[in-house]
Each structure stands twice: as C-alpha cells, then as structure tokens.
C-alpha cells in the first residue's frame, strides 16, 4: 500500500479512506472523449454525438457544454454534420444509415468492442450457430448484434443457457459483452461447454483488460475494507459489477454519480472505506466523494498496490483524415 496523507481533518473519529488501483477511466473511454475534443477542435460546435459517448453524466455534460450534441437517433443529425459513435459500437444498419446520408463519421467504438464484432462475424462465418453472453438492451449489446449478419442468441445467465432451444451437439461460438462480471461469465461459458459438445470462444482473461482489472482490484480493497463505495453511473455495466462484487463479498456497497450521492448514515460503525471507480468515471468525481467522506469524519487517503495500466488505443484513420483535410483547406 502507498503512504497514507492526511486530507481533511473534520471529526474527532478518524476514517481510512483506501482507494483501488486501477480505478476509473480506462483506454477506450479516454480515446473516446479524445475524438470528441479533437472533433470540436477541428470543426467547432456543435458536433453530433449519437448515444452517451460514455455512461457518465458529468462526461456527458462537460462535452455538451463543449458544443457536442448527443442524440439517440441519426435523424436528429441535420445535413453534413460530423458525428461520433460512442465507445460501445453501433450496429451496422447505423452507419449504413450515415453513408446515406454522407455524414462524416467518427467512430469511437472501442477496439475490444470492434475486437468482438470481427470475432463474431468470423464464428458466424465458420457456420457456428453464435451465442452473446450480455444483458439486453445494453447498447453495447444491441451494436454487437447488429454487425453480425446471422441470428445470435442472447443469454445472460446459467438459466438462459439452459433454455436455449439449440440442439445439443449443434457447434456453438460465443461472444461476451466487454464489461460483464469476469466470474458470472466463466460460469456461463461453462454452463455452455457443459450443454453443447462442440463450443468455442474467448478466454474470459482476453475480453478486456480493464474490466478484469478493475475487478481484481476491487475484490483487493473488499478484503481491507469496511464499506465499498463505487464512483459511476447507474447504468454504466462494469460500475454496476464492481459494486455487485462488493455486496457479494460481504460488504455494504454503494454506487453514487459523485460526492452529493454519499450518505452520512453509510458511515456508522466505518473506520475503513474502500473506493473505486468504473472505468467512465473521472477521477475528479473520486475527489469529491473524498471531500465528502471529509465533512463528517478526519479523512486519511491510501492507495492499495496494484496493476499498473500503459494501455493506448490510436485514434481512427477517419480522424487523421479530417484533420489533414482541413489543414489543406486552410
Ligand atoms: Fe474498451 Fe474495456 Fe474500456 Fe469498454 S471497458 S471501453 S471494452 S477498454
């Protein structure tokens, strides 16, 4: 663990503060926010952003203020207007639509999400009937099901699995969403691999780096702490696991935006408070949970020992081009 420094002093009772490493912001959402920025520098507001393009309000909100407009539909997009695809992917009907219409795209699809697309198109290729292991209506899920041109059976649970109506010695693939519970979704593989005698598909240690490591990191800090809390939104999927791993570890664990979302009472019988963060959550909202935790009890800050991330994703080839397009138009 790193040396601990003395925040805030508020209360007499004092209270350790442990935060998870990694936490927070992962490659895909930084690269994503990047082609928004990047975006704005190169065509100034407004530029169009079709779905969150990450789950969090306060990122949402500061681009918006930046002079993107987020839509939920293509219509919305008037006449030549830039437009970015959020990190979780769109289905190919989506940018079928865009190239009708000659917008100019910019596709901040997360790699590992364009990863598991060409994954299922070349299961589907081979003739394997393809399963996705994810949660409806999750707009990853929906873009993943809409780039493979075959059925795919949706499941998310061991139960789902054993209803598929698939005979059983039909060869199976499947895919996973990126951010699902790295444990439920060995389990679900292995429900497959137990109903189905052919059956191929990723390592669960392959789907993506972030989401293994940032729960790794919070079954680390449940084990030295009292309480979790999980810096995220509610319906940001890999927030919502870390939490879930909290509760399943046996502690009282709490997803909140940022700081205004911590309640006092939480903290009754606390002397050890682990955070940590989805991987669409800033930093800075990690900071005003702290600051929160500080009006009430004398806050003293540590950070567990863990995995150090150097992971990058280069930006879209359809961004260079942008960029060396309006350099030559002056
Ligand atoms: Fe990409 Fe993983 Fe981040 Fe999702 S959680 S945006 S798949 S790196």
């Not at 790193?2 to 936490?23: D, H, M, N, Y």
């Not at 008037?78 to 596709?107: I, K, N, Y």
């Not at 963060?277 to 909202?285: H, I, R, V, Y």
Request: net charge negative.
């Amino acid at each position: 663990m790193t040396s601990p420094q003395v925040r805030i002093e508020a209360g007499a009772r004092p209270l350790k503060v442990i935060l998870a490493r990694p936490r927070g912001f992962c490659a895909g959402v930084v690269r994503a926010i990047d082609i928004v920025e990047r975006a704005l520098d190169l065509y100034q507001a407004p530029v169009y952003v079709r779905h969150e393009i990450v789950h969090n309000r306060h990122v949402v909100d500061k681009l918006r203020r930046k002079g993107a407009v987020f839509v939920d539909d293509l219509s919305e997009v008037p006449a030549g207007q830039p437009t970015v695809f959020s990190a979780h992917g769109v289905a190919r009907s989506v940018q079928e639509q865009a190239r009708a219409r000659d917008l100019p795209v910019l596709d901040a699809t997360c790699p590992l999400v364009t990863k598991v697309h060409v994954q299922g198109r070349r299961y589907a290729k081979s003739g394997r009937t393809l399963v996705l292991i994810g949660h409806a209506g999750h707009a990853e899920v929906i873009g993943t099901m809409g780039q493979v041109d075959a059925p795919m059976h949706l499941v998310s649970t061991v139960a789902d699995v054993a209803a598929l109506a698939i005979p059983r010695d039909t060869p199976i693939a499947y895919v996973t969403q990126t951010t699902l519970s790295v444990d439920d979704t060995r389990t679900v593989i292995a429900a497959l691999e137990e109903a189905f005698s052919d059956v191929v598909g990723p390592d669960v240690s392959e789907i993506c780096y972030a989401t293994q490591n940032r729960q790794s990191a919070v079954r680390d800090l449940a084990r030295v702490s009292d309480m979790l809390i999980v810096v995220g939104a509610a319906n940001s999927s890999n927030s919502s696991r870390l939490r879930e791993i909290g509760d399943e570890m046996g502690l009282s664990s709490y997803l909140v935006d940022d700081g205004d979302g911590v309640d006092p009472a939480w903290l009754e019988g606390v002397d050890v408070v682990g955070v940590t963060a989805g991987a669409s959550a800033p930093d800075e909202l990690v900071e005003s949970v702290i600051a929160a935790l500080a009006r009430w009890r004398s806050v003293e800050v540590s950070q567990l020992d863990g995995v150090e991330e150097n992971i990058e994703f280069s930006l879209p080839p359809e961004l260079k081009r942008m960029n060396d397009a309006a350099r030559a138009a002056g």
